[in-house]
């Protein structure tokens, strides 16, 4: 039995769900498990196939990696100051849950779905309107940089708080991504937790999937053992950032 199909199985039972000891601090999401995805333990690893060491990343620069599915991007980030803790949140229809905090020696490592829960603006190959902002730029979406920005229609996210929405149209945080870094220094993502659009993303892009991925199935494709992580520069051809 893996992972997932223990968090079916406890979710049916109507107990709080068991998931992974380190993402968990007690209350953490809905009862029913809805809200926190496990899937495949996948290491980042760079271009060549080496893993990505915490402690190696740049401080405020935009990583991309596909996850959980192949086509599926989430940004990773090391911020400059340590995140909160246990944050609670709250998905657009209501369902509550806690963002524990970010990883790390400082808790400053974080990674989010990089799919905007407005209207699903996410970086590709081509082109990006969702990354972060640093601190030291500024952004028409908030009143200042540090934040997480999609130009799309100007939504803004709180990094260092569950990547809760800040201002515009977004009506829900983006989905965390759930990492562990090991005694090794090295990271792992392990689960989902939030709201996704996975569903709805799915829907809108079938072209886009077949352009940049062999087509719909194979862009569903769980992501498996190693998942390629880069920087946004490298992974797509025109940041657009208002
Ligand atoms: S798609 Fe991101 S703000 Fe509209």
Partial sequence: MNRRNFLKVAGATGALIAVSPS???GKLHASNGGL???YERVQLVDASGAPIKASA????TNYVFNYPYASTPAILLDLDTPTAQNVSLKSEDGEEYIWKSGVGAKRTIVAYTAICSHQLAHPTPNDSFLQYCQKDKTTMAFKHGGVMVCSSHLSSFDVSKGCKNLSG???QPLASVIL??????????????GADKFHEYFKAFKPEFKM?????????????ESALTVTLSEYTKEIIQY
């Fill in 180 to 193: 562990e870094v090991a005694e090794d220094d090295t990271i792992w993502a392990v689960a989902v937790l």
């Fill in 169 to 171: 149209p977004a009506g």
């Fill in 23 to 25: 993402a968990i601090n």
């Fill in 212 to 224: 940049f991925y062999g087509g719909k199935r194979k862009a569903k494709e769980l992501v498996k």
């Fill in 36 to 38: 926190y995805s496990t």
């Fill in 57 to 60: 990343l740049k401080k405020e």
